[in-house]
């Protein structure tokens, strides 16, 4: 049976291509890509001709079991996304499933990934860490899973895009405290690149002041509550039992 490449792709930098992703892409017999434009672009910088199947949320289903039986039939495939690891915060999940299940070989061919490029020069503790993806795009639902992580201790870390960049900040100052420390990394490997490093606070109040700084594609990493942020948490919750006992 044939193999299940899962190949990253670069997050911005076409050099972080590595050359055994270079060789896979050649050699597989197809390449499952989110956007096969996008994809053939990349792929034609570095001669790849390779032919491209479009695989996303919408058809992975009915789409992973005629792959599995291409795989059964001896055929290799790869697996890419439009920058960065599949199915991190990207499709792949079901194929990758439907292929173990069969008894397939999945094999990774690792390599940039925003998330741990991120981490990597936050100067946040990075031993530990919450992968939380994209937030609900709906406030309400914003709010509520922000509010459900503010007693945390692990380094928290989001994707976002640009054009929710200003409120998530501030429902994360609203919801961790302004003086909460965090990193916003931006535009990685990309001519713009910035990382900017402040208390929460701080940090929304630059992006709102300066456009440039919503522009692109965002890491937002927010370090975890502290032994301080969660002694106030025991100390409120004793006080309010304390005082509920009292109340009418
Ligand atoms: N699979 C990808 C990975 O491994 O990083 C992530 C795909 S997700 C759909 C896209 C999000 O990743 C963007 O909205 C942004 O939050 C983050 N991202 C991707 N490239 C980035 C870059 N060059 N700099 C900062 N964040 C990036």
Redesign the pocket.
Known sequence: AGVLHVV?TP??NLGDLSPRAQAVLREVDAICAEDTRHTRQLLSQFGIATPLLALHEHNEDALAQRLVARLQAGQSLALV??????????PGYRLVRAAREAGLRVSPVPG???????LSVAGLPSDRFAFE??LPAKASARRERLAALAGEPRTLI????SHRIDDMLADAVAAFGGERRAVL??????LF?TVLDGTLAQLHARVVADADQRK?????MVEGAGDDGEARLVEGRRVYALLSGHLP
């Not at 990394?185 to 990309?190: D, S």
């Not at 692109?216 to 937002?220: R, Y």
């Open positions: 990253a997050i911005g996304s439009d920058a960065g690891t599949p199915l991190v915060s990207d940039p990934s925003a998330l741990v490029a991120a993806g994209f989001f994707y976002e895009s990394a931006r535009e990685l490997t990309k690149e692109g594609e965002f890491v937002v």
